[in-house]
């Protein structure tokens, strides 16, 4: 079974609270893999937000850039 430690740093990630059933059935080697696939997934996701911005931008005048950026971000 989960422990509670774990149950509350899926919910820190998740920003929410995770399921009942979802902590109840999970072991805590389980839970804590699930927790690590989230963080991969969300800094996968902020740095292809981070390229897609980057190759966006070179499609702006050079001396635009630092202005759209800024409205972007």
């Known amino acids: 079974m989960a422990s509670p430690l774990d149950a ?3 919910e820190g990630e998740l920003g929410a609270k995770p399921p009942r059933g979802l902590v109840e059935v999970l072991t805590t080697d389980e839970l804590r893999t699930l927790v690590d696939s989230l963080v991969a997934a969300k800094q996968h996701q ?4 981070d390229d897609a ?3 966006a931008l070179r499609h ?4 635009l ?5 800024l409205i972007l971000t």
Request: no cysteine; aromatic share 6%; hydrophobic share 45%.
């Open 46 to 49: 902020s740095k292809a937000l």
């Open 8 to 10: 509350s740093v899926l």
């Open 53 to 55: 911005l980057q190759d």
């Open 65 to 69: 850039r630092g202005t759209v950026e």
């Open 60 to 63: 702006v005048p050079f001396i």
